[in-house]
């Protein structure tokens, strides 16, 4: 059965404490790890002198080792101060809680079941917010379509679909403020990640709007964005169907908005920057230059033809993504660079995998795209 120490090892890799925090949480760690809660139980007690550092799941470790202590009153003390800092607020999170053996000892104290109840109804109105959120996001996506190229669109986003097979495949537009339907616009597509971990098309979660930082692109560089959805049964990673999709939904949005048919740029992220490189490689394509980001240059569907890459790509990795190596992508950059000649390939230090989701991206991924569009200028 799954716990909470099971999450220890992640919680200890994402610190960003001092080090002297940090370590007493590590040797914290260690003993939860090997359940050597009464030696574990004063390191959590001294890291806690400074309640400024403890983030949301810290005292909940806390309390496991206080629970199988003989200190039920601080366990309970401090999974209150974890459920108030927002612990069980994760969909799921709270029946894993309560079904938890760490926390078995608690289960008697009718503080654990005010404490169970609290969080349950924390979690109900955070989901009613949220549903309310979604609710109004999905009635101006809808309301912002327009079906006409000369029509004037809201800034904003809307939404459409494609029919493939029996497959209606959602996609969003993001309109810039300045959008003239009078002038030809320039576009950007963009294939988000996670596609293999994804059962559904996403497009009913108004979260989408501030956490991609794709859309604050557009807005830089007076933009269309055309933001397509993938899933696992339906993506751009070993569907056929899905890449083509892709041309077709930048076909739709031609008719509809006025778009630059020599300015339109294509990339993604993760698995959409890897899926970047099929369109990259197909000959006669309608892209004028590519982008990636966190991006392994290898596809399921078929090999890639580097040869047949002639137009820019502008790829950027972290040094320390951790899911695809940057040793292994600048091995294999510098085996097909010549082949691929306006391929550029560079690196930041750090950010991890989701580099582009860090506080202080914005920097890069504008001088990404400056590059790019400036590369490209007529």
């Known amino acids: 059965m799954k716990t909470i120490l099971n999450l220890f090892g992640l919680f200890l890799a994402i610190s960003s404490y001092s080090q002297t925090y940090e370590e007493q949480l590590n040797k914290a760690g260690e003993a939860l790890g090997k359940k050597e809660y009464c030696t574990a139980l004063p390191f959590f007690k001294d890291a806690f002198k400074d309640e400024t550092k403890i983030g949301t799941y810290d005292y909940a470790y806390g309390s496991v080792a206080a629970a199988n202590c003989n200190e039920e009153q601080l366990a309970l003390v401090w999974l209150k101060k ?135 692109v557009g807005e830089k560089f007076n933009a269309i964005i055309i933001y397509p959805f993938g899933k696992k049964t339906f993506g751009w990673v070993n569907q056929l169907k899905a890449f083509e999709n892709v041309n077709s939904i930048v076909k739709q949005v031609q008719k509809t908005y006025n778009i630059d048919a020599k300015k339109i740029y294509l990339g993604g992220m993760s698995n959409g920057g890897s899926a970047t490189f099929w369109f990259a490689s197909q000959k006669n394509n309608i892209y004028k230059a590519f982008y990636t980001f966190s991006a392994l240059p290898k596809l399921e569907i078929d090999e890639i033809n580097f040869s047949n890459i002639t137009k820019p790509i502008f790829s950027v990795h972290a040094n320390d993504d951790d899911l695809y190596k940057t040793d292994e992508i600048k091995k294999l950059y510098e085996t097909q660079k010549l082949n691929a000649k306006n391929w550029n390939f560079e690196t930041i230090e750090n950010g991890g995998h989701g580099f582009i989701y860090q506080p202080n991206s914005k920097e890069i991924i504008e001088t990404t795209f400056n590059k790019m569009l400036e590369k490209r200028k007529n």
């Open 82 to 216: 974890a459920s108030e800092k927002g612990f069980g607020q994760n969909n799921g999170e709270i029946d894993f809680i309560a079904s938890d053996p760490s926390f078995e000892k608690l289960h008697n104290y009718k503080e654990w079941n005010e404490i169970i109840s609290s969080i349950r109804s924390a979690l109900a109105e955070k989901n009613a917010i949220q549903k309310k959120k979604d609710d109004n996001w999905l009635a101006e996506i809808n309301n912002n379509k327009i079906n006409f190229k000369t029509k004037k669109a809201k800034a904003g986003f809307a939404l459409y679909f494609t029919k493939v097979d029996t497959i209606n495949v959602p996609f969003l537009v993001y309109v810039p403020k300045n959008y003239n339907p009078k002038i030809a616009t320039k576009a950007i597509v963009y294939l988000h990640g996670g596609v293999v971990n994804t059962d559904n098309f996403n497009y009913q979660n108004s979260d989408l709007a501030t956490g991609e930082p794709i859309f604050a």
